[in-house]
């Protein structure tokens, strides 16, 4: 399998007037973790909605560029969006399952899918539920409410739920933000995990969350991308002054 | 249940297992320098030169975890203290190892192969070497009890170096100048054994360190 999963050459992003990504060039490697920072405004979570075409949904939305998911570019017309958003899947700022069963939440897509043996579905979501380690803590109440799990618990759930479309790519909008501390360190394991079997690309407002779980970090500013490197250069030898600045806190 | 942390806690005990493969390292090139002693054979000092570069790279490579886990990790605490104390550690480890390369360029450049010199050199290897062995238990055990007694062992390899330089001062009495010149120059190579045992002192000092959180002064 190719190790890189996502080429993204030149890709430029205008809302209405206003041009929020200035040709941005980028390459993502399979069962790694991305992070992308950089202040508000800046086009980290604009980039990544480019990357299961979520902007698509924006009116007013262009862009420019490619964005290879697997050599092939998502953009052009004859694409399969649904294919694939399912190949990349996402998890949001909040916690967001369904009104239902915390199986229903997990057996939901399968069943999207066409998938209809319970035997399948139990699989499924107990596989995904373990994947996302929630099974331990939730096998007794699984046909219980998702909305009465705790914040951590429902984001893992949110995580389960991807997993269960087996998907190649996990997209990750500031997933801990609405969490306590324990929650989030749960999270930060949990995708220390995760990468073993899926590629993850994580916005994050937390430098030290992108330092403790990345292996890549990317930063940008003003909706250019200023720099991208492992992890452990940026956060001991950043060779952009700009980025020295933003993680020892001098702006931004 | 997910265990908080518990990539940071096995990145932790990464850097502790290399310090512990550095004590091992470094006890090596002291077997090494008691067998030149034993066999007179300088090919063996060269090895102890190949195996300081080994040790120098497992101190590289504990600074590079350590300073990345400072930098991703925000340690803290007990944590922070055990990051700092392999830093300290590999330091010590490094200068004790350093000592034995000394001694046996010494031996190379001028093939002193004095019997009483050799078995001075032997005598004060193997009292360091049980000091090296049990300061590097203590501190995988986090032992402070056990620190402390190796910190006491370093007045006996005191004594014993200072009977030798006694003795070497008495034959120098009766010595002629070249003599007295080659004495001086074993001393200085016996003082570098005395020095390894200075180095066990403060290892002692950063395992209380790390276990009590305080600053001591044993030296």
Redesign the interface.
């Known amino acids: 399998m190719e190790n890189t999963v996502f080429t993204i050459n030149n890709l430029n992003l205008y809302y209405d007037q206003f041009q929020a990504l200035y040709g941005i060039d980028m390459k993502i490697k399979r069962n790694e973790v991305t992070a992308l920072i950089g202040p508000s405004g800046c086009g980290k979570s604009t980039f990544l909605r480019c990357l299961n075409r979520m902007n698509d949904l924006i009116e007013g939305c262009n862009i420019t560029g490619e964005v290879k998911f697997n050599e092939k570019d998502v953009y052009m017309n004859s694409y399969d969006v649904i294919n694939l958003r399912t190949k990349v899947g996402m998890v949001f700022q909040k916690p967001n399952p369904f009104p239902m069963s915390i199986y229903d939440n997990i057996a939901y897509g399968p069943r999207c899918q066409g998938i209809k043996d319970k035997k399948v579905l139990d699989d499924i979501v107990k596989k995904s539920l373990t994947k996302a380690?929630l099974y331990?803590?939730v096998q007794d109440r699984i046909k219980g409410s998702a909305m009465s799990l705790s914040g951590g618990q429902q984001q893992r759930l949110c995580i389960a739920r991807a997993i269960a479309m087996e998907p190649e790519v996990i997209l990750m909008d500031e997933p801990t933000s609405a969490l306590d501390p324990?929650a989030t360190?749960?999270i930060e394991?949990?995708i220390?995990d995760l990468k073993k079997n899926y590629t993850i690309i994580i916005v994050t407002h937390s430098m030290?969350q992108a330092?403790?779980i990345s292996d890549k970090t990317a930063f940008f500013l003003m909706g250019v991308l200023i720099e991208n490197d492992s992890?452990?250069k940026i956060?001991?030898q950043p060779k952009n002054k700009k980025t020295e600045d933003y993680i020892t806190g001098r702006f931004g | 249940?997910?265990?908080?942390?518990?990539?940071?806690v096995e990145e932790l005990n990464n850097l502790n297992y290399k310090v512990l493969e550095m004590g091992e390292e470094t006890l090596k090139s002291y077997v090494r320098l008691i067998l030149v002693c034993k066999t007179k054979d300088l090919d063996l000092a060269e090895q102890i030169m190949e195996q300081d570069k080994l040790i120098n790279e497992l101190e590289v490579s504990i600074n590079v975890d350590a300073?990345?886990l400072i930098?991703?990790?925000?340690p803290v605490a007990s944590d922070l203290r055990r990051i700092i104390t392999a830093l300290k550690i590999s330091n010590e480890l490094e200068r004790i190892a350093d000592y034995t390369v000394n001694i046996a360029k010494y031996m190379i450049a001028t093939k002193n192969n004095n019997d009483q010199f050799l078995e001075n050199i032997t005598s004060l290897s193997t009292i360091f070497m049980d000091m090296l062995k049990r300061i590097m238990e203590a501190f995988e055990k986090e032992d402070v009890k056990l620190a402390l007694e190796v910190n006491s062992a370093d007045e006996i390899l005191d004594k014993e170096y200072k009977k030798t330089v006694k003795n070497l001062i008495k034959t120098a009495k009766t010595s002629s100048d070249e003599e007295i010149e080659e004495a001086m120059r074993v001393l200085i190579v016996l003082k570098q054994i005395e020095r390894a045992g200075d180095h066990v002192t403060n290892i002692a000092e950063n395992i209380v360190y790390l276990v009590n959180g305080k600053r001591v002064e044993l030296n």
């Open positions: 380690a331990d803590e324990i360190l749960k394991e949990l220390n030290q330092a403790r992890t452990n956060f001991t | 249940m997910t265990a908080n942390r518990r990539h940071f300073y990345l930098a991703k990790q925000c």
